[in-house]
């Protein structure tokens, strides 16, 4: 049911700007108010109540990847893989449910998780899949692991040269031990098609799933099919070919590496959905702190001789300049130190030829320097962080980044007292999409530097207020705002971290219809 005036009463109507009495009042897809029952009921208003229950702004997930989440779900996964000989059995396992010569891709190896506590090599795949081209994936989307079929496919040898933004781990002969690091993930990944493993129910499924968590809306980053990736094809296609049938409303951030190619992408999705819509271009400045290729001012604490890659250039500008003539954003990943340092200095040049800072975000921000985060408030540019990288990194963050950096890393309430404009999301399939989860984490930080924790109010603002400002929505249940909202059983300033994580939700509302929720 769309249609009519709709009024929905709780406990509490509950933003992060506060308590806003216990009713919204709707209007077909769109909401007429937010207050008090008596003054919003009135003759002919269907009203659905909620005993108990709390009415919030629908989550937002500014930043992740769906295709490649939706593949995570139905694919491979290696999440389970507790030592070299466990993921070999993963690989082993799949590879006799496939077609003879089929490439087998894997995602979320974590080797932090692993008893070895390192990156498996070609040898080790080998052993285990040696007829069939076979990637995997570390969690982060930064490394990849290629078996000796896959490298022989794509040529790869001792031969081949690193490519710009990229590296090839060698062994003391200078022969590939199989890992790849960023851009030379792509020498291997656009030699593999399993552009055809995720369905389009699958990825639909994957988006109603994310419903069922409460999300109304996402950041949506695409490729087409020259990324890590590739294998899973041009996924601008694939969001567009679903477009009719989308849950929840998709901004499409696009990977792009020519002008050509960007503007080839925002036609392709201006096909006029009210669910799906181009929102800007998505650059690199460098890789994951997971994976030594965060691009840093000092070498890791943990590895002396390595500062990571800075994949920032010339490039990056060109196309972010055709972004914002265009009328779309700029969204660069930034981890290290340096690399958010350069994004910096680009943003500032482009705000200085008259760009709007609220059309530029740094994606991930995750280690910033005291003088950083001023100028980012000072910019009045957009940080997209993602608490939930905390719950895998607590361990070991504190030993790669050393003692003096930990305080720079993910420095939320620094960054939030200082004023910069911050959006919350997952990055998944890096991290579950899970809102409630990541909202406990920007609050307790898995105990890591607990003292930038936000406050409960603040963590909110991250998934609603924040988030949608960065993805260009209106202020959430503002009146004329898309009635994009969730019921849930609890309120989320009041409750602790613990609790958060254990929210439920009982229905989301994406533009006055019911979705994702049984």
């Not at 769109?30 to 008596?38: F, I, K, Q, S, T």
């Not at 979320?108 to 070609?122: A, G, N, V």
């Not at 590895?303 to 972010?320: F, V």
Request: glycine share 10%.
């Amino acid at each position: 049911m769309t249609g009519g005036r709709r009024l929905l009463v709780a406990e509490a109507v509950r933003t992060a700007r506060g308590v806003h009495g216990d009713a919204i009042l709707i209007d077909g897809s769109h909401v007429v108010a937010a207050g008090d029952r008596r003054t919003l009921e009135s003759p002919g208003v269907a009203v659905h109540e909620y005993p108990g229950a709390y009415l919030l702004p629908g989550m937002r997930d500014a930043h992740m990847h769906p295709v490649p989440y939706a593949s995570s779900l139905c694919g491979t996964s290696l999440e389970g893989a507790t030592s070299i000989a466990t993921l070999q059995e993963i690989i082993r396992d799949r590879s006799a449910a496939l077609s003879p010569g089929a490439p087998l891709i894997a995602l979320r190896l974590d080797d932090e998780s692993i008893d070895e506590h390192r990156l498996p090599t070609r040898a080790d795949l080998d052993a285990s899949a040696p007829d069939r081209p076979v990637l995997i994936h570390r969690y982060c989307g930064h490394v990849a692991i290629a078996n000796s079929a896959a490298l022989a496919l794509a040529g790869v040898g001792r031969a081949t040269s690193n490519p710009g933004g990229g590296s090839i781990d060698r062994d003391p002969n200078g022969e590939p031990t199989g890992v790849l690091r960023e851009t030379a993930i792509e020498l291997v990944s656009t030699h593999l098609d399993a552009s055809t493993s995720v369905s389009d129910q699958m990825l639909l499924d994957a988006l109603t799933g994310m419903a069922g968590m409460g999300i109304t809306s996402i950041g949506a980053i695409l490729g087409l099919g020259d990324g890590p990736w590739a294998s899973l094809g041009d996924e601008v296609s694939r969001i567009v070919s679903v477009a009719d049938r989308l849950p929840i409303s998709v901004h499409a951030f696009v990977i792009a590496h020519t002008t050509d190619a960007l503007t080839d992408a925002v036609r392709r999705l201006d096909i006029g959905s009210d669910r799906l819509r181009w929102l800007g271009y998505k650059g690199f400045a460098d890789g994951s702190l997971g994976g030594h290729t965060a691009a840093m001012h000092a070498p890791f604490a943990d590895r002396p001789d390595e500062i990571g890659t800075m994949r920032l250039d010339s490039s990056d500008r060109e196309l972010a300049v055709a972004s914002l003539e265009m009328g779309g954003m700029v969204a660069i990943h930034a981890i290290g130190d340096r690399a958010n340092a350069a994004v910096i200095d680009l943003y500032a040049d482009l705000i200085d030829d008259g760009a709007n800072p609220r059309k530029l975000r740094i994606e991930h921000a995750s280690v910033l320097g005291r003088s950083d985060i001023t100028r980012i408030a000072r910019l009045g540019v957009f940080a997209s962080v993602q608490p939930a990288f905390l719950g895998s990194e607590f361990e070991w963050i504190a030993d790669r980044v050393g003692a003096d950096r930990i305080v720079s890393t993910y420095p939320f309430a620094s960054m939030d007292f200082a004023g910069v404009r911050m959006c919350g999301g997952s990055d998944s399939p890096v991290e579950s999409p899970d809102p409630w989860a990541g909202m406990a984490l920007a609050r307790d930080r898995a105990g890591v530097m607990p003292g930038e924790g936000l406050l409960p109010d603040r963590a909110l603002s991250l998934f609603t207020d924040g988030a949608a400002a960065a993805l260009g929505e209106q202020l959430p249940l503002s009146p004329g705002s898309p009635a994009d909202l969730v019921v849930v059983d609890r309120d989320p300033v009041a409750s602790d971290p613990d609790q958060l994580r254990g929210t439920v939700v009982h229905e989301t509302w994406v533009r006055g219809k019911r979705v994702g929720v049984a």
